[in-house]
Nanobody
């Protein structure tokens, strides 16, 4: 299995920005897809964004399109989630995840999960 370690969460005012990082190490697949999920209190864990490490293809939830950008740095084995124009409804624990199949990731069943990082947006 791979190990995923997130960082970069915090408290920000509405309209502000944060960048989350997720370092990937260990055993991954040749075509590894990494992504971000989030879970607000009392809610289900929802898909946010994903990127294919080999093709660079990205996918976003409708709620974050135009505000969030996912990227991958091969040299650092790190994925980033740049979050701009944050809203109070973006408040959640954000989890990094990875799998060899994008369908597993999008279905919320990736093999690998990070421990999560808290993002709080005040109004």
């Amino acid at each position: 299995q791979a190990q995923l370690v997130e960082s970069g969460g915090g408290l920000v005012q509405a309209g502000g920005s944060l960048r989350l990082s997720c370092v990937v190490s260990g055993r991954t697949f040749s075509d590894y897809v990494v992504g971000w999920f989030r879970q607000a209190p009392g809610m289900e864990r929802d898909f946010v964004a994903s990127i294919s490490r080999s093709s660079g293809y990205t996918s976003y939830a409708d709620s974050v399109k135009g505000r969030f950008t996912i990227s991958w740095d091969n040299a650092k084995n790190t994925t980033y989630l740049q979050m701009n124009n944050l809203k109070p409804e973006d408040t959640a624990v954000y989890y990094c995840a990875g799998d060899g199949l994008v369908r597993n990731l999008r279905a919320g069943r990736p093999r690998d999960w990070g421990q999560g990082t808290q993002v709080s947006v005040s109004s």
